[in-house]
């Protein structure tokens, strides 16, 4: 597996497997088979209600706690509940995370940032970052942090590179993780003529060649599913290398156009809504 060094020299590997929008039950197995593959990245979230089973996941074929890069997100209804973080540690039944996020600018999301730096003061979160906080967002927290983020989990792909945020985040050395790394099932970016061009060069498919982009952006990518063939693909992309000139070719489908639009009303709501954690 490959790893990136993080601005507090922690190591952490550039392919995960993601549970975003997978239920108890496949979130359960989804982690189970990827770590049977080699996989060392497994992120979840408050907000994924499936926290129990990937902690359920990990135990089953008996990993050592260490060998698993843990990456968690606490939700903007859990911003100022002072047990967040140990009850969000009991769901996974782990000690510590690798990596502890806040999950939205909503709410009170400073006093869930205070949460993550006592985290990592205290060893239950060994890294922490900001998930969706681009533009002022991140310009604000800049001013106000005590202890620098290691991540920054933004909606990154070939048609959207976060060529503006990278700015912020070089600075500082703080790692990007893409979501929507595959364009969100997009079959117009899957089907951009390059990667079937490059697919056929290395014997890889598009969604492979795409994958390797990001790596090679020096991304770590966390494409999630429920398809154990799909989560095997996902792993197979570290056998071939990108040269400079096709990582140019690529660069050329920069449209700085993303998938997703958050509104200001939606940030309400995230503040409002409270999730129904699953029950032990």
């Excluded at 009850?87 to 999301?109: K, S």
């Amino acid at each position: 597996m490959e790893t990136i060094t993080l601005n507090n020299n922690l190591e952490c590997p550039l392919i995960g497997i993601g549970t975003f929008m997978l239920s108890p039950a496949e979130a359960e197995n989804s982690v189970r088979e990827a770590l049977k593959m080699g996989y060392s990245l497994v992120d979840t979230a408050n907000a994924y209600v499936n926290e129990r089973a990937c902690g359920r996941g990990m135990r089953q074929i008996g990993i050592r706690r260490e060998d698993v890069f843990l990456s968690t997100k606490l939700w903007p209804s859990e911003y100022e509940n002072p047990n967040a973080v140990e009850e969000t540690l009991e769901r996974l039944g782990v000690d510590y995370v690798d990596l502890l996020y806040i999950h939205q600018p909503a709410g009170n999301w400073l006093a869930g940032y205070r949460q993550l730096e006592k985290a990592y003061r205290e060893g239950k979160a060994k890294s922490i970052g900001i998930s969706n906080f681009e533009g002022k967002y991140i310009a604000e927290l800049e001013t106000k942090w005590e202890i620098a983020p290691q991540f920054m989990q933004a909606e990154a792909h070939p048609y959207f590179t976060q060529s503006e945020l990278r700015k912020t985040l070089d600075k500082y050395g703080i790692r990007l993780m893409s979501w929507y790394p595959l364009g969100h099932g997009d079959k117009a970016l899957l089907q951009e003529p390059v990667f079937a061009e490059l697919g056929k060069k290395y014997g890889k498919t598009p969604a492979q060649v795409i994958l390797r982009w990001h790596t090679q952006m020096g991304f770590v990518v966390i494409p999630g599913s429920k398809n154990v063939d799909h989560i095997r693909d996902n792993l197979d992309i570290l056998d071939f290398t990108l040269t400079d000139a096709e990582m140019a070719q690529i660069a050329k489908l920069d449209k700085g156009e993303r998938y997703y639009h958050r509104t200001d009303a939606q940030l309400v709501q995230f503040a409002a809504w409270r999730p129904q954690f699953e029950r032990a």
